[in-house]
């Protein structure tokens, strides 16, 4: 199929099908004769696979990871885990330094009369050196 079906079939923009095959995280299955990608199911499969990966957050250099775990049928599923399990300790310290900022800002949001006078708790809170 070509490259415009493969990427219909997966989810995602012909433009990042193209970046995937041109940085070997998933080659197309052959090129026509005009030079054409072309893709088979299994090559949608891993696109697929590839897409739901970055939607958790996984860098490049993880899905590649992930990829030839998914590939290798001999693989440990304690090495997937391992890859999931840092990816799950990132998304959880990332949420705490949300959590953080979360309320900091509402109690500078809190702390302003939010009137016509020049004072503002939020503008003297951004400017301190935390």
Do not use: N, W
């Not at 990427?7 to 054409?36: F, M, N, Q």
């Not at 990608?37 to 860098?59: M, P």
Request: with cysteine; charged share 30%.
């Amino acid at each position: 199929m070509k490259i415009s079906q493969a990427a219909e079939r997966a989810g995602l923009p012909v433009k990042t099908v193209r970046y995937y095959a041109d940085i070997g995280l998933v080659a197309p299955a052959d090129r026509s004769v005009s030079g054409y990608r072309s893709y088979d199911q299994d090559a949608v499969q891993k696109l697929i696979f590839i897409r739901r990966a970055r939607a958790f957050g996984f860098s490049i250099i993880e899905c590649r990871e992930l990829l030839g775990l998914y590939v290798d049928t001999t693989r440990s599923s304690a090495d997937v885990k391992a890859i999931a399990t840092r990816r799950l300790h990132e998304i959880e310290q990332k949420q705490k330094e949300l959590q953080y900022l979360h309320d900091e800002l509402a109690h500078l949001v809190t702390s302003c009369r939010g009137d016509d006078r020049p004072d503002c708790p939020i503008i003297s809170g951004l400017a301190q050196p935390k």
